[in-house]
Every structure is written in structure tokens, then in C-alpha cells.
């Protein structure tokens, strides 16, 4: 017995074929027109505003090269960095937080007054001071009784 064909000719797995490929064409052209707009979006040259930007640092740089700063920052016995958060568009803040651990005599009692100071805390570096120029940095000084102090640098 012999296959079956369709009126046009074809039989019904050539059919699926037929479509299967066709679709999958159009697939691959929509793919290959979008990669080229994002390529032509990424490649477009800048903006004005992205121009007046470009001297200085982007914000995302800004706090990654301060948390990177403090996380190898010397601090007095139970002083730990918290977040750094981007309170105002030119304005960087990073907040510490009293923590002794459990084994210390300090453990649950409030910070000392003083310990922490502008002269201890501020970056000393002129390379960082530099790059976040733009920025005004913040310090936030907490312990368990909540915020007790807070400077600019």
C-alpha cells in the first residue's frame, strides 16, 4: 500500500517539516535582528549627559571602592562595618555598629563615647578621597542604644 499524500502533493511528515523549519527560520531572524539593535545600542556613542559623567565615577563604583576601603579598615575592638547606602545622589553614607562579641566584657554594654571619631574613620587615602570627590560621605555611628553620632568626612 502506498503512503498517503495530501492534495498538494506531500505527505503529512514532510508537511510538519516544512513547518517546523519554517518557524524555526523566523526564530533565528527575529534572534539575529534584536542582537543587532542591542549591539547598535550598546556601540552608539554618548550621550551629553553621559559625557559630563564620564570624568567622574559612576555611583555603583563609588560605593563598591568605599565598601572595599572599609572592610579592610582598621576599627577599635568590636566595631563593624555595615551597609554603605546611597542616601542622596551625591550623597555616600556607611554606618557602623558596636558589636562585641559574646566572649568580651563589652557584650551588651553601649560603646564608649569618643571611639569613634572623623580622625579614625575618614578615609586616608587621597587616591579614594579623590575618585569620590563628587560625593559627600557620611558616617553613621551606631551601638545596641541606636544611632549616637553621625559626621560627614
Not at 555603583?60 to 575592638?77: D, G, I, M, T, W
Not at 586616608?124 to 545596641?144: M, T
Request: with cysteine.
Amino acid at each position: 500500500m502506498a503512503k498517503r499524500k495530501s492534495s498538494s502533493g506531500f505527505s503529512s511528515n514532510r508537511k510538519r517539516l516544512i513547518w517546523f523549519l519554517a518557524v524555526t527560520l523566523v526564530i533565528v531572524i527575529i534572534i539575529v535582528y534584536e542582537t543587532n539593535q542591542e549591539l547598535g545600542r550598546q556601540t552608539d556613542p554618548p550621550s551629553a549627559t553621559q559625557t559630563a559623567d564620564s570624568a567622574s565615577i559612576s555611583i555603583e563604583k563609588a560605593q563598591s571602592e568605599v565598601r572595599s576601603y572599609y572592610r579592610s579598615h582598621e576599627f577599635p575592638a568590636g566595631w563593624k562595618v555595615g551597609d554603605t547606602d546611597l542616601i542622596a545622589p551625591d550623597r555616600l553614607e556607611v554606618s557602623l555598629f558596636f558589636a562585641p562579641s559574646i566572649g568580651t566584657s563589652r557584650h551588651g554594654k553601649a560603646a564608649r563615647s569618643g571611639e569613634i571619631t572623623a580622625a579614625n574613620t575618614c578615609p586616608e587615602d587621597a587616591a579614594l578621597r579623590q575618585r569620590i570627590e563628587r560625593f559627600s560621605l557620611w558616617i553613621r555611628v551606631n551601638d545596641k542604644t541606636g544611632l549616637i553620632d553621625s559626621f560627614a568626612c
